[in-house]
Nanobody, 115 residues
């Protein structure tokens, strides 16, 4: 059973930074691991993805140049480094992993950007 556990969210002031973690357990080989955000009253959308074939893709112009995705293979953890946070970055951040044709989601971690 693949499980994803996000952590690292919290309250941060505008201009601050946070690093979110997504720990994968029970995984035997994720094809893609991605970070999504669901802002209040809005649909969940994909931000960045890390591919096992190598490299990462940014799907959201709003975070380009500020958010970075990375993976520690030894720890089986994917990170989302967030810099220069803005109030509009507020939301619940979810990790998603795809392997062997199935999609798995974490429970989400809340990020609130406010002064």
């Amino acid at each position: 059973q693949v499980q994803l556990v996000e952590s690292g969210g919290g309250l941060v002031e505008p201009g601050g930074s946070l690093r979110l973690s997504c720990a994968l357990s029970g995984s035997t080989g994720s094809v893609v691991t991605a970070w999504h955000r669901q802002a209040p009253g809005r649909q969940r959308r994909e931000l960045l993805a890390w591919f096992s074939s190598g490299g990462a893709t940014n799907y959201a112009d709003s975070v380009r140049g500020r958010f970075t995705i990375s993976r520690d293979t030894a720890k089986n953890t994917v990170y989302l480094q967030m810099l220069s946070l803005k109030p509009e970055d507020t939301g619940v951040y979810y990790c998603r992993s795809v392997e062997k044709g199935r999609t798995y989601w974490g429970q989400g971690t809340q990020v609130t950007v406010s002064s």
